[in-house]
């Protein structure tokens, strides 16, 4: 089998549903399988799939096991060569799969890690977090700060040095749509279930890169992501963000002082102007 397609679901019954239709269009041509892993929804996604498409693999999880191994547990069970992580809030074009995989015969097979696609939201703009560059402290807090949008200088956070509309090789791959081996996804443990929220999928492309291995853009298909970066830069936000750093650097590198302080920093720099406004 050439491709499995693991959807990870959790409370998005209507997007779910469209999601996987789009995804069966586009796998018409391929030899390949659907995964909807279900984490304890309550909004009867589980009902729906049985009902609409009981041809596909349905695993209940009993509880919400999170986003790293909810998909651990769909990779296991996977039987294709290649795996697609994903998210449920999407619906891929008729020809992303096919494109992709014909894309992988561009790089030598030693090389081939992650394959992301452009990401666009339901207005059909560029999600700049389509690509994106490993996120060192100073990266991290660019792009906090937004600086990113004033200038490429500070650009590094979302691998700007591609265009939207240029494939290329970068660092971090978003976990909304990650196309790769399923033995390199296993090679690597997959994903970390100790990650925190925002550092699972640079985790996850940090660790193939440490094999040696290249993680690539590929501009030539879109996949439309509804929900999107968030806009919203709150204080619980920037906590957040501040814990998926720390761990990573934590995990590979060592705890990040200079981090903490740059990300106080932009903490307060935008309290201060949320007061304002």
């Not at 985790?203 to 590929?218: A, H, V």
Request: aromatic fraction near 14%.
């Amino acid at each position: 089998m050439q491709l499995s397609v693991i959807i990870l679901n959790y409370n998005v019954r209507y997007f779910l549903e469209q999601c996987v239709r789009s995804v069966q269009k586009a796998l018409e041509n391929l030899d390949a399988e659907i995964i909807v892993v279900d984490n304890n929804s309550s909004d009867a996604s589980c009902l729906m799939m049985k009902q609409l498409f009981p041809q596909i693999t349905l695993i209940e999880n009993k509880e919400n096991l999170g986003f790293p191994k909810g998909n651990n547990i769909a990779v296991q069970q996977a039987k294709g060569e290649y795996i697609c992580i994903l998210n449920p809030d999407t619906v891929v074009a008729e020809d992303t799969f096919e494109k992709i995989l014909n894309f992988k015969f561009q790089i030598p097979n030693s090389q081939l890690g992650i394959i992301g696609c452009k990401l666009i939201d339901g207005t059909g703009n560029f999600l700049p977090e389509s690509k994106r560059g490993l996120p060192t402290p100073y990266v991290a807090t660019t792009k906090i700060l937004g600086l990113y949008k004033i200038s490429n200088f500070f650009g590094k956070y979302y691998a700007q040095h591609l265009s939207e509309n240029q494939s290329g090789k970068v660092d971090v791959l978003v976990g909304a749509f990650m196309m790769m081996k399923r033995d390199l996804y296993i090679k690597v443990g997959g994903f970390d279930e100790n990650c925190f929220m925002y550092s699972d999928d640079i985790d996850l492309s940090y660790m193939i890169q440490k094999l040696g291995m290249e993680n690539f853009y590929f501009h030539e298909t879109s996949v439309i992501h509804y929900k999107g970066e968030s806009t919203v830069r709150d204080e619980k936000y920037l906590e957040r963000f501040r814990e998926a750093m720390q761990f990573f650097y934590k995990k590979h590198f060592k705890k990040s002082w200079f981090f903490d302080k740059f990300l106080q920093f932009g903490m307060r720099f935008l309290n201060k102007n949320n007061h304002k406004n």
